[in-house]
């Protein structure tokens, strides 16, 4: 079993469909979680970052991580064709510890 | 945000030569750096863990041999993939963790290796 669970996909939505990406993970002590976006043939990028459980919101992006669970969302909203891209989890134990990463979720959305 | 470049961005060499890609902190120090590997619509595998002044870190199953990473200051890593061949033919990726900062990781723009 992977540390950290993630369908690859892909997902295509419609223009301003939410779009929901999930995780799961086996390892309960993780307590730092990120979600990046990666596009095609470029590094990833940082969108949202969260320790322990809880939610967190920035504009159109809202990240929630259920620890009880094991399971970690981020929400999109009002979903943009600029959108289109790899969503990867990623999550730690301690704050400067290695980033285990999901397999990421090539994300479509269509104009 | 900070901001982390590479170099080069794609290579194609032959097999059997070395190749040496670069990693750079433009905008901050970075006490340590982080190479990982992706294969296309796989994730990013951490190959080995940098740090400024000291050997790097290698993960279970990487050849240190074999990849050779080098953090002489604090701004620059090298990767220098030996002897290539056709299977080391990747997208390398690094990123950099800010000198002092417990969390966020800047990552590179990658640099996509083939090995004819």
């Known amino acids: 079993q992977k540390e950290v669970e993630q369908d690859p996909g892909p997902l295509s939505v419609p223009e301003g469909a939410i779009v929901s990406l999930n995780c799961t993970y086996s390892?309960?002590?993780?307590?730092?979680f990120m979600w990046y976006r990666q596009y095609s043939r470029k590094g990833p990028e940082l969108l949202m970052y969260?320790?322990?459980?809880g939610n967190k919101e920035d504009g159109r992006f809202t990240a929630q991580v259920d620890k009880s669970s094991k399971y970690i969302s981020l929400f999109i909203r009002d979903s943009q064709p600029s959108d289109s891209a790899t969503y990867l989890c990623?999550?730690?134990?301690?704050?400067?510890?290695?980033?285990?990463f999901g397999q990421g979720t090539e994300l479509s959305v269509k104009p | 945000g900070a901001v982390v470049s590479q170099h080069p961005s794609w290579v194609i060499c032959k097999s059997g030569t070395s190749v040496k890609i670069e990693c750079r902190s433009l905008d901050f120090q970075a006490t340590t750096m982080f190479w990982y590997r992706q294969f296309p619509k796989q994730s990013l595998m951490l190959m080995a863990t940098s740090n400024e002044g000291s050997k790097a870190t290698y993960e279970q199953g990487v050849e240190k041999d074999k990849f050779l990473i080098n953090h002489a200051s604090l701004t620059l890593s090298t990767l220098t993939v030996t002897s290539a061949h056709p299977e080391d033919s990747s997208f390398y990726i690094c990123?950099?963790?800010?000198?002092?900062?417990?969390?966020?990781?800047?990552f590179g723009e990658g640099s996509r290796l083939t090995v004819l």
């Open positions: 390892n309960s002590a993780f307590q730092y």
């Open positions: 990623a999550m730690s134990l301690g704050g400067g510890g290695k980033l285990i």
């Open positions: 990123s950099a963790r800010a000198q002092g900062n417990t969390g966020e990781l800047f």
């Open positions: 969260t320790y322990s459980s």
